[in-house]
């Protein structure tokens, strides 16, 4: 017994320098200095004081083709973990060249008997119950994977909220429209390997740390 308590507390204080080692990881993330840093059409200017945006947003000078063609220089404040990962690399030119921009209605569905399967632009398939079909559909027809691997779309629907800073649709989860999660919820996944997988019995709701909800 002895022998086994040891080794637990042995494998919590590696746990506990491996979680120190993280931390001190990501703070050299965070302090990381990007200046005159380039990804796609984009070079860092200086890091971005005046964005009151949550996490770290460094202002950008592009010189994509539009820009070029202006021959006015334009300022972008991009965050950074987007710079780090090149998943940002233009003002937004590039978007124009992305294969479903703009476009409507991505999504294949096929309907079974207790479950739908719906296919995003790419083939890839996610799945949730038949009864919320209509809900489903409803948000919208463009659910495709983020880059967490989470099922996520722009809420389409008249009633649905726009961002204050670019008037954009909001962005919502698959988990969260089927499990119709409330202010001060979480929609947390049974199997959390399986986030393709949105049917009730693969979600329950969460608050304060607490289960308040499984179908």
């Known amino acids: 017994m002895f022998g086994w308590i040891n080794g637990c507390y042995i494998w919590y204080r590696h746990e506990i320098e491996i979680s120190r080692q993280k931390r001190g990881e990501n703070i050299r993330i965070r302090n990381r200095d990007l200046r005159n840093y380039n990804v796609g059409f984009l070079k860092v200017i200086r890091k971005n004081e005046e964005d009151k945006r949550q996490g770290t947003y460094w202002l950008c000078e592009c010189s994509c083709p539009e820009c070029t063609k202006r021959r006015i220089p334009k300022l972008v404040s991009i965050r950074q973990d987007k710079l780090l990962e090149g998943r940002t690399k233009s003002c937004g030119y590039n978007k124009d060249l992305q294969e479903t921009r703009g476009a ?60 204050q800073t670019t008037g954009r649709r909001k962005i919502v989860y698959l988990k969260d429209i089927v499990m119709g999660k409330q202010k001060g919820e979480q929609v947390k996944y049974v199997n959390y390997t399986a986030k393709n997988d949105n049917r009730k019995s693969n979600l329950m709701k969460v608050c304060g740390g607490k289960e308040i909800e499984r179908k």
């Open 104 to 163: 409507k209605n991505t999504n294949k569905f096929e309907v079974n008997q207790d479950y739908c399967v719906g296919y995003t632009y790419k083939g890839e398939k996610f799945y949730f119950d038949t009864s919320d079909y209509d809900i489903v559909t409803g948000v919208s027809t463009c659910w495709h994977f983020n880059d967490s691997g989470y099922v996520t779309a722009r809420d389409m629907r008249e009633s649905s909220g726009r961002y």
